[in-house]
Structure formats: structure tokens, C-alpha cells
């Protein structure tokens, strides 16, 4: 007979033991979405499985994971500790069995990336990546805030002002650095050739929802006033960027967002850029190996 007391020194059910993978998966589940119920429908169990699976964690380990109040329920401080634990857990076998299925598969690196960044910066400049690591192939996902990798994403390029998931690995890009930026028909118009203000009475200025302390922060860095004309709102970067070049006002353009509009001559940038203190990194659920698609990826990017 083999004894099952805990801690017994040769015993296969001791201290060390884990409890079972299974239940452990229901146990996240229904941690992360406070649900016994959108669990079971996530993982195409059945609520009794779930609550079951749970119960077994709870008898196995002496503590409550749980509050169960009315329909809904709510980690205990055992719960939160555990459920850290198994998110990481889980985010490390999802990135290591992802990495696997691509070698097997050869499939393009799942980048995410924000839309406007994607849009004005990242995509025109694809070719070159082509041309320098013909091996390395990327398929976009427009998105932003937190990464989530165990929704399909390999990679992820985000400005270091959102939280980031336990265990993801942050290698820096480039610093962000910003800088009005008007029409060049109406550069004389907008800005002032000297004197206490870099603009002219009157100077519309252009804002974005998406950064709405773009002009204050600008002004705070860079020892300038903010235009005093009147101010008009967009919701994406874009859309200002978009309404400077048809000379509507001056904007605050990112360096890299504004580089080719500067370039071809739609935009004009007559102050120049400061660095606004934030930087752009790329995010991944595990640290670069060396030599890997990545880690070109990685390099290429900061060379831009």
C-alpha cells in the first residue's frame, strides 16, 4: 500500500504535487472573466465542470480561491496570488507552443501595431525590410493598449504609456519626439519671425483625442506658448496631421508619423522636434533570441 499522507518522504502525493492541468484552465478562466459561467462557455464545459474543477483546486490546496456572491463571483487573496501564477503559466506554454507551430508552419510573425504609426510609418517602409531580411514576413494587426499574446499575437509595437501583462519582454525602439507641424504655404502665416510667441496671433491649433496634452506637453519641453487662435479636435492623429497639410491649422506631429509628408513637401516643420520623454518599444511574451526573425525584426526597426 502506498500511503498518501502529505509531506511523507517518498510519497508521490506530497507538497510538490500541482493540481491537475484541466482544472487549473477552468480555474483561470474563470478568474480572469468572474464567471463560473462565460468560463464553462469559453472552454465548451458545462457550469457544473467548472464549479467542480475549482472546488477540487480549493479541497486540494486548503483555500478558498472564491467569494461567491448572489450570481457572481470574486478572487479571494489566495485567488489573485494563484490566478498571477497560472496566467503567466499558461502565457509561457501558449508562447512556446506558438513559436513551435511557426517553425513547423514557416507563417509570417503576427505584428500589432498602432493604427496611425502602421499606417504612416511602419507600411511604407516594408519593402525595405523585404529587401534587407527577405526570410523575415510579417502579417499587421491594427490595434493598441495592453498586448494580449494569447489571443494569436507574436509581436507588438506600443509607445510605453500602457500597462504591459506580466513576463512580457520590452526591448526599446526609439524615443518619441514631436514638433508642430502646418502646411508649407501657410508657414509665414502661422508662425512668427521673432518676439515673445513662435506663432502669429490668431494661429488655429489642431488637437487629437488620442493625446490630448500633445500642445501643453510640447509647449512644457520646448519654452514655446501654445497658438492662441481657435483650437479644433480630431480623434485620431491622422485626421490632424491629415487637416494641417490642407492648411487648416498647425498640429503636433510625431517625427517618425510626419517624416515622409516633410519629405514630399506636404508638411512643413519649422520648429523642429523635441523629445517628449515617452519612447516606442516592442513587446514580445518571451526575451529575443539572438539571430531569431525577431530579433532582425527588432534591429531593423531601430535603424529606421
Not at 529575443?288 to 525584426?297: H, K, Q, V
Amino acid at each position: 500500500m502506498i500511503a498518501d499522507r502529505d509531506g511523507e518522504p517518498g510519497s508521490p502525493i506530497g507538497p510538490e504535487r500541482l493540481p491537475p492541468l484541466g482544472a487549473l484552465r477552468c480555474f483561470e478562466a474563470a478568474a480572469r472573466l468572474e464567471s463560473f459561467t462565460r468560463a464553462a462557455a469559453e472552454l465548451h464545459l458545462t457550469h457544473g465542470a467548472v464549479s467542480r474543477a475549482v472546488r477540487a483546486i480549493e479541497d486540494e490546496l486548503g483555500v478558498a480561491l472564491f467569494e461567491r456572491r448572489s450570481r457572481r463571483v470574486f478572487l479571494t487573496e489566495a485567488g489573485v496570488d494563484l490566478h498571477r501564477a497560472v496566467a503567466e503559466a499558461f502565457g509561457t506554454i501558449g508562447a512556446a507552443t506558438r513559436m513551435l507551430r511557426a517553425r513547423a508552419r514557416h507563417r509570417p510573425l503576427v505584428l500589432s501595431c498602432e493604427p496611425t504609426l502602421l499606417m504612416r510609418w511602419l507600411i511604407p517602409r516594408i519593402g525595405e525590410l523585404a529587401a534587407v531580411h527577405p526570410d523575415v514576413a510579417l502579417q499587421f494587426v491594427s490595434g493598441g493598449g495592453t498586448a494580449r499574446f494569447d489571443q494569436g499575437l507574436d509581436l507588438a509595437i506600443r509607445r510605453n504609456d500602457h500597462p504591459v501583462t506580466p513576463g512580457t519582454h520590452e526591448a526599446v525602439l526609439f524615443e518619441e519626439r514631436v514638433g508642430p507641424v502646418c502646411a508649407p504655404s501657410r508657414v509665414d502665416e502661422f508662425l512668427a519671425p521673432g518676439g515673445d510667441s513662435a506663432f502669429r496671433s490668431g494661429a488655429p491649433s489642431l488637437h487629437t483625442r488620442s493625446r490630448p496634452g500633445a500642445w501643453v506637453d510640447w509647449a512644457g519641453r520646448s519654452g514655446c506658448p501654445i497658438p492662441d487662435g481657435p483650437p479644433r479636435a480630431f480623434e485620431h492623429f491622422y485626421l490632424s496631421l491629415q487637416a494641417a497639410a490642407a492648411g487648416l491649422g498647425v498640429a503636433i506631429g510625431p517625427e517618425r508619423l510626419v517624416r515622409d509628408d516633410i519629405a514630399s513637401g506636404l508638411l512643413a516643420a519649422p520648429l523642429g522636434f523635441v523629445a517628449d520623454g515617452s519612447d516606442y518599444r516592442l513587446l514580445a511574451p518571451r526575451p529575443l533570441a539572438p539571430g531569431s526573425a525577431e530579433a532582425c525584426l527588432r534591429d531593423w526597426l531601430r535603424a529606421c
